[in-house]
């Protein structure tokens, strides 16, 4: 797993997640909506009604992170041993083990998202918040371990890497204060796009080198170059985010400019124990009918007239 496949596909999902994120963030923000719902179109109630509002973000998360675990376990041939049978017992692919805590930590992920936005009585948004940064946390630690040994263009490129992580883990955390901030969000999913594409990128360096010839790691060229592809595809997700946004403005104004009109419609969520940054609905309803209560009606009015 720890091969070109191990950095190509958990790669793809990553920059497919940032695309996805990306869309909803600017379709959320050319209608004036909460960063945390994506607007979604009307759909007629009926026995369909409720899948769309299953959290699919989540339930993607679940079935990438749960098939990447399999993956692991039986890519090798004699299966995930943790220790070998010598005296003493020397612990057996430690790379292979962090790839599989990653991975179960993705699936984890996806559930926690899943249970807050489908199965409990209201969603807990800080919930998904601080699973998803705890898990960075992590994800930031076996980083770290996972270029023990290496040297040279590999630990150039995980260097890098590791630098991505540690700046999403950052805006990650910062966003447990502040999840409705549209600058926030738009840098997290630029770094989702950078973690996915750099991910992918070294897959290429290290073991699928495109001119068929290994990277030679004594090589200062070789290696600086390898901060110039990064740089490069600094540049190049900026212009793909740039590009989603124009297309999605286009989308918006020319297709469906009454999109504005229907807005978002989850259920309601609370943050924090301090109290909800939004009522939900029946409170709304119940301010509303009190406010009309403290006015006169027309009748009154008249009569004392």
């Not at 009604?49 to 699919?56: D, E, G, N, S, V």
């Not at 992580?165 to 969000?185: C, K």
């Amino acid at each position: 797993m720890g091969k070109f496949n191990g950095h190509l596909y958990p790669g793809l999902y990553l920059f497919s997640y940032g695309l996805y994120q990306a869309t909803v963030l600017f379709k959320a923000m050319l209608v004036s909506d909460s960063l945390l719902y994506a607007p979604c179109s009307p759909r007629n109630k009926g026995r369909w009604a409720r899948l769309w509002t299953i959290a699919y973000g989540g339930l993607m998360k679940m079935v990438t992170g749960s098939t990447l675990t399999i993956y692991v376990v039986f890519c090798l041939d004699d299966g995930m041993v943790l220790m070998n049978k010598k005296v003493p017992p020397r612990f057996m692919y430690p790379k292979e083990w962090q790839h599989l805590t990653m991975f179960i930590l993705l699936a984890l992920n996806g559930c926690v998202d899943v249970t807050s936005k489908n199965l409990l009585p209201r969603r807990c948004v800080l919930l998904e918040k601080g699973t998803l940064v705890l898990i960075f946390y992590v994800l930031l630690m076996l980083f770290v371990s996972h270029v023990q040994g290496s040297a040279g263009i590999e630990l150039q490129t995980h260097s890098l890497l590791i630098l991505v992580v540690f700046l999403l883990m950052l805006v990650l955390t910062i966003e447990l204060w502040a999840p409705d901030t549209f600058h926030l969000s738009l840098i997290e999913n630029f770094l989702f796009l950078m973690m996915g594409s750099w991910l992918m990128q070294a897959g290429f360096i290290l073991y699928r080198p495109v001119t068929g010839y290994p990277w030679q790691d004594d090589d200062i060229s070789d290696i600086m170059f390898v901060t110039t592809f990064f740089c490069w595809h600094v540049m190049i997700n900026a212009l793909c985010l740039l590009g989603l946004y124009g297309i999605s403005s286009i989308w918006h104004h020319c297709y469906n400019p009454s999109l504005k009109l229907t807005g978002s419609e989850e259920a309601p969520y609370h943050m924090d124990a301090v109290g909800p940054i939004y009522k939900s609905l029946p409170e709304v309803e119940e301010s509303e009918k009190g406010d009309q209560a403290l006015l006169p009606s027309e009748s009154s009015l008249s009569g004392r007239a």
